[in-house]
């Protein structure tokens, strides 16, 4: 009975940490993501003064990222 037990409770066990390192992956930024962060980053570095047009330039770039991994992932399937 006590090996049922615990055979029962290392399955629980297992399955859960399974759960929490799949969250952490769906939590973790994209690439695309964090190539906007560092562009904006970069931006943000540069104090000048035409930094709307360089945050649109970050904002183009990411969409093309965003653009090529949908383009990826249709061709997987």
Not at 18 to 36: A, F, I, Q, R
Not at 61 to 73: I, V
């Amino acid at each position: 009975m006590l090996k049922i037990l615990a055979i029962s409770f290392m399955i629980f066990s297992f399955s859960f940490s399974n759960e929490t390192m799949s969250d952490e992956k769906l939590m973790e930024p994209s690439m695309c993501e964090k190539v906007y962060n560092n562009c904006v980053d970069e931006c943000d570095a540069k104090n000048s003064d035409n930094i709307s047009e360089c945050y649109l330039k970050c904002e183009v770039t990411a969409d093309k990222c965003l653009q090529a991994e949908e383009e990826k992932e249709t061709q997987e399937k």
